[in-house]
């Protein structure tokens, strides 16, 4: 099965622009979704594929995707935006889905 | 409100089994896909399984294929997971979760709470 990676970790100055990327083969074919976790609490959904932001996640969410990278950006980071976030897609192998290793997200 | 409850977690010796229960409310249940995902102490996250709207196609990671069958009830609104033969590495809080769409897109729009699984002797 195929697999995503992204960057362990990075870090936002408060206000600041940052982009959490997320690479793969199965991202040329399938779109990505992404997911933010905060300690002790499950996944919430964010974003998918090139405009789907759940109803109630602010919009300075956002998604994007080239090539075998998809990203998502967070226009102006908050303190609640800190937390780990992760991607996933479906799988070239048949009904299968595959996550990333996660980026846990600083915001300074 | 939109809604998933995951219960049937515990402590179970290696090579024993266990059954996953997620009880749905808030929307058409047999509308949509599901999975289970599991997160391991400390870890990321990890898909287990998928079953599309109606039972008719179903997915599982290398890791549990073989050992683990995911079913549902639509008319109770149900998502299920039998765990035989556990082992140490299965020990995780385990998620279900809501498609975004009735086959599978990967998108998991709604996630229940999760329920610890722990495997040892």
């Known amino acids: 099965s195929s697999e995503l990676t992204q960057d362990p970790a990075v870090s936002v100055a408060l206000g600041q622009t940052i982009r959490i990327t997320c690479q793969g083969d199965?991202?040329?074919?399938?779109?990505a979704s992404w997911y933010q976790q905060k300690p002790g609490q499950a996944p919430v959904f964010v974003f998918y594929?090139?405009?789907i932001r759940p109803s109630g996640i602010p919009d300075r969410f956002s998604g994007s995707s080239s090539g075998n990278t998809a990203s998502l950006t967070i226009t102006g980071a908050q303190a609640e935006d800190e937390a780990d976030y992760y991607c996933n897609s479906r799988d070239s192998s048949a009904n299968h889905v595959v996550f990333g290793g996660g980026t846990k997200l600083t915001v300074l | 409100e939109v809604q998933l409850v995951e219960s049937g977690g515990g402590l179970v010796q290696p090579g024993r089994s266990l059954r996953l229960s997620c009880a749905a409310s808030?929307?058409?249940?047999?509308?949509?896909?599901m999975h289970w995902v599991r997160q391991a102490p400390g870890k990321g996250l990890e898909w287990v399984s998928y079953i599309n709207y109606n039972s008719g196609s179903t997915g599982y990671a290398d890791s549990v294929k073989g050992r683990f069958i995911i079913s549902r009830d639509n008319a109770k609104n149900s998502l299920y997971l039998q765990m035989n033969s556990l082992r140490a590495e299965d020990t995780a809080l385990y998620y279900c979760?809501?498609?975004?769409?009735?086959?599978?897109?990967?998108?998991?729009?709604?996630w229940g709470q999760g329920t610890m699984v722990s495997v040892s002797s």
């Open positions: 199965s991202l040329r074919t399938y779109y």
């Open positions: 594929g090139k405009n």
């Open positions: 808030g929307f058409s249940f047999d509308d949509y896909a």
């Open positions: 979760a809501k498609d975004y769409s009735s086959s599978s897109v990967g998108a998991f729009e709604i």
